[in-house]
């Protein structure tokens, strides 16, 4: 009787072990198969004409571009570092800031921070910081009186990340000149004058809750001299009041790119289109596919501060010669970005959480809406009302993922964006230098795991970043998939 106890226990945990193995080989494959897809597509050249952006494809079709690439490659270098479960960032960072939003409460907190900067004249510049914040209710803070009554705002120079020698500092007056509502969220202005003899310096800003003394930081490169294209102009809402924080747009929206001082100047501009790979797994530290490169697909020429109109969808790039390193990329997009509304749209963000065949039948299906209800109804066993719920949890996310890490391509095809969608806002990040870590630590069932993102140059945009992908993120990454797959994430 004990052998045979012994031989049904064996059996059992036989087949919870095979079956847990194959729902990670099912999700492996999975990945397997969309990064040899995306390895095996056709190489783009270049065609004649300025201004061709060349591209270095990793997987999530990364652009680095011209004198401003990097030969370094984050990825080749994962499989010699050590895991990154547990692991800490060697002290404070100096841009230390609060997490994306999230849903804790009890007090006033700024939940996030982005910031940019444009020149004034040669001795000046104006900093433009967009706000999130909440009340201890958990309700967004969007009157400016509710914030000067609950903030403080300072600021420090530096010379760069590695020096705490002071350049200067200040203390931002919160007014209504200073501080106003732009939408859902609050847009913080200030000037800065430049420190004596320096070419450029970080901005360490900190806001201070009053009551807690909670502080919330954001860290902003300042160039002075040597200014780029983007360091004086940027996109403005249609009225030239205040800078648009984004890299995108609705195609045929009116669009103005303008300066701090209203000043005309012709650009020169070029369409791409291209339709970037989403990010790969963040196991997958195999070396990147051969370089490919962008092709003209059309030119125009616009004035800053003089409103225009883009009607067609497509990667834009504007400089103000044919010779420049370096101008101003906007991503045109369909009417109803950041969302995501159209079938055929739809079924792509899924894949983040599909098997190989479920990603090639949701592709080759002639009824694309039919088969996306398919799609869900089937990993939730029928039950409408789970896969309603979970839709919208996961399609949400793609949205704010596209409305925050939009760069060259949809904010959903980031890193930042595939990280965002699968395991939310993360509770802390920490900038330095060239790299932004983002902290988990509050998650059921998971171990505190850091995502290390490093900054890729490229002519199109300040702001994009690329994964530093391990193997070991395995046993984190699959079981929050499979969370998502059976309606266990539904918020």
């Known amino acids: 009787m004990r052998l045979l106890s012994a031989l049904f226990l064996i059996f059992?945990?036989?087949?919870?072990a095979a079956n847990k193995k194959k729902q990670q080989d099912r999700i492996n494959a999975a990945y397997d198969a969309r990064t040899e897809a995306q390895q095996n597509q056709p190489t783009v050249r270049p065609a004649n004409g300025p201004a061709t952006g060349r591209t270095n494809q990793a997987g999530d079709g990364t652009a680095t571009t011209g004198a401003g690439s990097t030969s370094s490659d984050s990825r080749a270098a994962t499989s010699q570092a050590s895991a990154p479960v547990k692991v800490m960032t060697d002290g404070p960072a100096l841009?230390?800031?609060?997490?994306?939003p999230s849903k804790t409460s009890g007090e006033w907190m700024v939940t996030s921070i982005k910031g940019k900067f444009l020149a004034i004249d040669t001795t000046n510049v104006r900093v433009y910081m967009n706000l999130t914040a909440k009340s201890p209710t958990g309700e967004p803070i969007v009157k400016p009186a509710d914030f000067a009554e609950h903030f403080m705002v300072a600021y420090v120079m530096y010379p760069d990340y590695n020096n705490r020698d002071r350049l200067g500092y200040g203390t931002v007056t919160i007014n209504d000149q200073s501080i106003h509502q732009e939408g859902d969220h609050l847009t913080l202005t200030f000037d800065v004058?430049?420190?004596?003899?320096?070419a450029s310096a970080v901005l360490l800003t900190e806001i201070t809750e009053t009551g807690s003394?909670?502080?919330a930081r954001n860290d902003l490169p300042l160039r002075f001299k040597g200014a780029k294209l983007s360091d004086r102009f940027t996109l403005f809402d249609k009225n030239g009041q205040q800078p648009q924080l984004r890299n995108y747009v609705n195609a045929g929206d009116t669009v103005l790119i303008r300066d701090v001082n209203g000043a005309s100047k012709s650009l020169f501009g070029v369409r791409y289109r291209h339709d970037f790979d989403a990010a790969s797994s963040p196991m997958n530290t195999a070396p990147r596919p051969a370089s490919r490169s962008l092709a003209v697909d059309s030119t125009l020429t616009i004035t800053t501060n003089q409103p225009f109109v883009i009607p067609r969808e497509g990667l834009y790039?504007?400089?103000?010669?044919?010779?420049?390193e370096s101008g101003i990329g906007l991503v045109v997009t369909d009417k109803r970005f950041p969302k995501l509304t159209r079938p055929e749209k739809l079924i792509k963000p899924v894949l983040y959480m599909s098997t190989s065949s479920e990603i090639g039948e949701l592709n080759q299906a002639q009824d694309t809406k039919k088969a996306f209800d398919k799609y869900w109804l089937g990993m939730m066993s029928g039950n409408e009302a789970v896969a309603r719920k979970t839709i919208?949890?996961?399609?949400d996310r793609v949205e704010e993922a596209n409305r925050l890490f939009t760069t060259y391509k949809e904010g959903w095809k980031t890193d930042k964006g595939m990280i965002y969608i699968i395991l939310g806002a993360p509770d802390r990040v920490q900038r330095n230098r060239e790299r932004e870590v983002w902290v988990y630590n509050r998650r059921a069932n998971v171990s505190e795991v850091n995502f290390t993102f490093t900054k890729k140059a490229n002519q199109f945009v300040d702001d994009h970043y690329e994964l530093v992908r391990y193997i070991e993120y395995q046993p984190i990454w699959y079981p929050i998939v499979e969370s998502w797959r059976t309606g266990a994430i539904r918020e």
């Open 392 to 395: 919208r949890a996961y399609f």
């Open 193 to 198: 004058k430049r420190p004596k003899d320096a």
């Open 213 to 215: 003394g909670t502080k």
């Open 95 to 100: 841009g230390t800031t609060p997490a994306l």
């Open 12 to 16: 059992l945990l036989s087949a919870c």
């Open 317 to 324: 790039y504007f400089v103000e010669d044919t010779t420049a």
